[in-house]
């Protein structure tokens, strides 16, 4: 079975300082990988994805990801936070599930990042 | 290009009382999720379907859930009878195939006093 661990469900940097979001999965498949970003109020939108091409994905917004398969991980990164990024990030994985014939897709708990002015 | 449309974006209703959520897919899009957030236990994925079958409802609570869609372009959940521990943001989302990303409505954001 899959699952997405999101390390520290609060993150707070300073505007423009490195943002840094961690999230480790574990599959028995090669999975796909997104990120995904809630505002207040709103659903999720996609960030970026990951399908088995380039390792570093490039998102909108600036962030990027790097799919680490040694270190089963898939950590957000962004060089200089806005005061705009302010939002919960969700990491994703899916993975098809052989037996049944479909896909499962499992978020994990969401991270909360706060920028300080 | 229209969204994911889900309605109502607010819902206050009694215990007890059936609840109907809606949701209007992406056009062209040929599979639908539905979610459930809450504070306690984050994003839950409830059931999802492919070109209108449901494919897998583990997620579904338990019996007062069920989830219909009988066209390609909408789709309904539905609780009855709710009750308060049913409070929570509802998410549609729609994509064009099940392992692609997911396009997300604005959610229905439902309290059971």
């Known amino acids: 079975a899959q699952s997405v661990t999101q390390l520290g469900s609060h993150v707070s940097v300073s505007e423009g300082a490195l943002v840094l979001l961690r999230c480790n999965y574990s599959?028995?498949?090669?999975?796909?990988l997104f990120w995904y970003v809630q505002y207040p109020n709103q659903g999720l939108q996609l960030l970026l994805k990951?399908?088995?091409?380039?390792?570093l994905v490039k998102g909108i917004n600036g962030f990027e990801a790097e799919f680490k398969k040694s270190e089963t991980s898939f950590h957000l990164t962004k060089p200089s936070a806005h005061m705009s990024d302010a939002a919960e990030y969700f990491c994703?994985?899916?993975?098809?599930?052989?037996?049944?014939?479909?896909?499962?897709?499992?978020f994990g708990k969401g991270t909360k990042l706060s920028v300080i002015p | 290009d229209a969204g994911v449309i889900q309605s109502p974006r607010h819902e206050v209703t009694e215990m007890g009382q059936e609840v109907t959520l809606r949701c209007k897919p992406i056009s062209g899009h040929n599979s639908l999720f539905w979610y459930r957030q809450t504070m306690m236990r984050g994003l839950e994925l409830l059931i999802y379907?492919?070109?209108?079958?449901?494919?897998?409802d583990s997620g579904m609570p338990e019996d007062r859930f069920s989830a219909k869609m009988p066209n390609a372009s909408f789709s309904t959940l539905k609780i009855q009878p709710s009750e308060p521990r049913d409070s929570a943001v509802y998410f549609c989302?729609?994509?064009?195939?099940?392992?692609?990303?997911?396009?997300f409505g604005d959610g229905t954001r439902l309290s059971i006093l």
């Open positions: 994703a994985v899916s993975e098809r599930n052989s037996g049944a014939g479909s896909y499962q897709l499992t």
């Open positions: 379907f492919n070109n209108n079958v449901p494919i897998d």
């Open positions: 990951y399908t088995s091409a380039a390792t």
């Open positions: 599959s028995s498949v090669p999975p796909y």
């Open positions: 989302a729609s994509s064009p195939r099940v392992s692609q990303p997911q396009h």
